[in-house]
């Protein structure tokens, strides 16, 4: 096996699957690595999030089981890599900025727990990750989308220290939102992807459990760029041998 940037049929793409709660550090740890290694970042969120806003946009139920099936193919969305991160367009127009609304963030919530998007959005996700290495952080990408990557790391943290990383990424937007009312959403969003039927947030078997309530972005980049190397050394042990 031979890991490159560029890619022939022999050459074996490398995924690095991140899953974790809401606030646990994941975009910023994902897309600090997948920089350093110049592999691709896959933030599968946002693709939730894009679901959720064309259903708003053209007006469907999304508790109407079969119309959101019949829907899901005909959405003006277009999910592409460029320059080596994903790009979603809407209706030809960029959406990817706009998606972190809180009001977005509530709704994709719900619309996460429908098994036909999370058919639609894995089936594009491993079509993604056939065009390069790639970090792809989530809450299903080690047990459900990826579970066979060849790096699996479960990012978390306690409640209050992921509350207070959410406030700060929404101040740096200029979005306010009150401490008690973030830690109850994060509590709620907790619950709702724990619990949900199909591909409850959970670590993929063999996946690294990280908690980062004491640690800084650099020390958990640094792990994980770590683990990267350990895995990249074991296979080319494996080759000589
Ligand atoms: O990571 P995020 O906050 O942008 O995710 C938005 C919603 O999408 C969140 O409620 C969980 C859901 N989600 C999911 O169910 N599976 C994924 N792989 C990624 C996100």
Same mark, same amino acid.
């Given at each position: 096996?031979?890991?490159?940037?560029?890619?022939? !049929?022999t050459?074996?793409?490398?995924?690095? *699957?991140?899953?974790?709660?809401?606030?646990?550090?994941?975009?910023? #740890? @994902?897309? =600090? %690595?997948? +920089?350093? =290694?110049?592999?691709?970042?896959?933030?599968?969120?946002a693709?939730?999030?894009?679901?959720?806003?064309?259903?708003?946009?053209?007006? /469907?139920?999304? +508790?109407?089981?079969?119309?959101?099936e019949? &829907?899901?193919?005909?959405?003006?969305?277009?999910?592409?890599?460029?320059?080596? $991160?994903?790009?979603?367009?809407?209706?030809?127009?960029?959406?990817?900025? +706009?998606?972190?609304?809180? *009001? /977005?963030?509530?709704?994709?919530?719900?619309?996460? !727990? !429908?098994?036909?998007?999370?058919?639609?959005l894995?089936?594009?996700?491993?079509?993604?990750?056939?065009?390069?290495?790639?970090?792809?952080?989530?809450?299903?990408?080690?047990? #459900?989308?990826?579970?066979?990557?060849?790096?699996?790391?479960? =990012?978390?943290a306690?409640?209050?220290?992921?509350?207070?990383?959410?406030?700060?990424?929404?101040?740096?937007?200029g979005?306010?939102?009150?401490?008690?009312?973030?830690?109850? !959403?994060?509590?709620?969003?907790?619950?709702?992807?724990?619990?949900?039927?199909?591909?409850?947030?959970?670590?993929g078997?063999?996946?690294?459990?990280?908690?980062?309530?004491?640690?800084? &972005? $650099?020390? %958990?980049?640094? @792990?994980?760029?770590?683990?990267?190397?350990?895995?990249?050394?074991?296979?080319?042990?494996?080759?000589?041998?």
């Amino acid at each position: 096996m031979h890991w490159t940037t560029s890619h022939t !049929q022999t050459e074996q793409i490398m995924v690095i *699957a991140v899953d974790g709660p809401a606030g646990a550090g994941k975009s910023t #740890v @994902c897309r =600090l %690595v997948a +920089e350093k =290694l110049g592999f691709i970042y896959l933030d599968t969120g946002a693709m939730y999030r894009a679901v959720a806003w064309a259903l708003l946009e053209a007006n /469907i139920d999304f +508790e109407n089981h079969i119309l959101l099936e019949e &829907t899901l193919p005909t959405l003006p969305l277009k999910f592409a890599i460029k320059d080596k $991160a994903l790009s979603i367009t809407h209706l030809e127009r960029e959406i990817t900025e +706009e998606l972190r609304m809180p *009001a /977005i963030t509530r709704y994709a919530s719900l619309v996460s !727990q !429908q098994p036909s998007v999370r058919d639609y959005l894995t089936g594009w996700q491993r079509r993604l990750a056939t065009t390069g290495n790639i970090v792809a952080e989530g809450r299903d990408m080690t047990t #459900v989308v990826f579970p066979f990557a060849e790096v699996k790391v479960f =990012l978390t943290a306690d409640l209050s220290t992921r509350a207070r990383r959410r406030q700060s990424d929404y101040r740096r937007k200029g979005i306010t939102v009150e401490y008690p009312e973030l830690l109850e !959403q994060i509590r709620s969003r907790d619950q709702a992807d724990e619990g949900r039927g199909i591909a409850p947030l959970r670590p993929g078997e063999g996946a690294l459990i990280l908690d980062t309530s004491s640690l800084d &972005t $650099a020390e %958990v980049v640094h @792990c994980l760029l770590s683990l990267v190397k350990s895995k990249v050394e074991e296979e080319e042990s494996l080759m000589i041998r």
